[in-house]
């Protein structure tokens, strides 16, 4: 569903537009703009999007108390939306976990995986799907000559789908589990989809990838506008994937890219010059936090392999702090696993909100700002490098890496292999552990593409 915009799209915008609202109109009671928003935002006697009117409500009732930072509540709980709403001035109620959110009234209780015959099935005479079929549970209707499946025998391998000729068998799997390469996605006793946070590292690949939009996270616009509106210094430090987020007119002169990816790539080219191989036996970046938090998860043998150098994030943050000591910082970027990163206590002092490309665009849109008109600033010429800002796309972050070392030390080789998506990050680091890719350095990002393909985007 990448790159396509849905109605999804349209009702998180305008989720994010009217949580701004709130948080600058202050003469407005927020308690009860709250309660009046779902009728604003669908309005009428009539469901657009799932000819239920309450339920539409119900669910972006749910989704505006997440873009407030507040909890999800279950179906089962009565109490107002607004219920709570002044602990949205408290900066600690966003960083109540669950950061990623099944809002389960929303989900479709999607089959976790299925093999099913479509009626595209001609009953051919050669029914190669029973004949590659390692548990027989594929059979012939003697009425219509159509390939049954027996789902009790049924392993899912897919390979009865892979042989047909008329591409009649498919394999069907739950959008949000499939896009997920932490395997955190199950279905609960009513079927629905549930996270185990245990495994889960907010990449925030469910998300967007639920076709329902029954999978949201916790957002701080009303936090960062509430910091800015009560005179603090609040600084916005960009991430490079920006370009391109806001329409083919907003240029690097309309918005300042940050230098933390350069100071990142410095840092991380200094430690495998040192480390790897004598100390390591190969280096990973550490950029992207799902990446980085998976390998942890899952390979905690080999954590100290996972470059300790901070984050291009953390970097800016601290640059801006060590300027000026009582500043505020928000990140913007097109990530949801920096939320994640944000909410550890070592990097909350640092980075204080983290919004995403899309929050910030209901930000915009509330203060009715027209960025591609905005005038050229002519101080606005990035000092970032051309390596940081490629930090943004797969592959970047290691070649700024290689671009550095080969800069001091011309004469040094260095061997690179990369990974898109985290379920061939995982397959990467599996092979690394078991010696495949000795004095290597090794990027991985958890979002097929890079940044520019993040989940807030």
Known sequence: MRGVETRIQEIRHKIFTEVARMAYHTEWPVKDRMEALPYKIIPGEKGNFRNDVFLERAIVGERLRLAMGLPYR????????????????????????????????????CPEKRVHVTDGCQGCLAHPCMEVCPKDAISLDRTTGKSVIDQEKCIKCGRCASVCSYNAIIV?????????????????????????????????????????????????????????QSGEKVYAAV?????????????PGKLRAAIGADLCAKQEAEDFLKEVPDELPFMATSCCPA?????????????????????????????????NPDARVVFIGPCAAKKLEAMRRSV?????????????TG????????????????????????????????????QA???????????????????????????????????KYPGYLLEGMACPGGCVAGAGT
């Not at 709980?77 to 600690?92: N, Q, R």
């Open 74 to 109: 279950s179906a089962a709980e009565h109490s107002p939306i607004s219920d709570g709403i002044e602990a949205a001035d408290k900066d600690e109620t966003y960083y109540t976990p669950p950061l990623i959110n099944v809002i389960k009234f929303a989900c479709n209780a």
């Open 291 to 323: 990446w980085s938090v998976m390998a942890k998860k899952l390979f905690p043998e080999h954590a100290k392999c996972i470059s300790m150098a901070l984050t291009p994030m953390t970097l800016t943050a601290r640059l801006i702090k060590q300027h």
């Open 401 to 435: 890496v290689v671009n550095v070392i080969k800069r001091d030390h011309p004469d040094q080789e260095v061997k690179v292999a990369n990974a898109e998506g985290l379920k061939e990050c995982r397959q990467l680091l599996k092979l690394a552990t078991l010696g």
């Open 239 to 251: 991430a490079p994937a920006f370009v391109g987020q806001f329409g083919p007119k907003v240029t």
């Open 172 to 228: 069907q799997e739950r959008p949000c589990a499939k896009a997920c390469g932490m395997d955190a996605i199950s279905s609960d006793e009513n079927g629905k989809a549930n996270i185990d946070y245990d495994k889960c590292v907010s990449c925030g690949q469910c998300l967007v990838n639920c076709p329902f939009g029954a999978i949201a996270d916790k957002s701080q616009i009303f936090q960062t506008i509430r910091a800015i």
């Open 348 to 360: 909350r002092s640092e980075v204080d909100f983290v919004l995403t490309f899309e929050e910030m």
């Open 363 to 398: 930000i915009f849109s509330a203060k009715h700002v027209d960025l591609e008109n905005i005038e050229e600033d002519p101080a606005g010429v990035s000092d970032a490098s051309t390596d940081g800002r490629n930090f943004a796309v797969a592959g970047g972050v290691a």
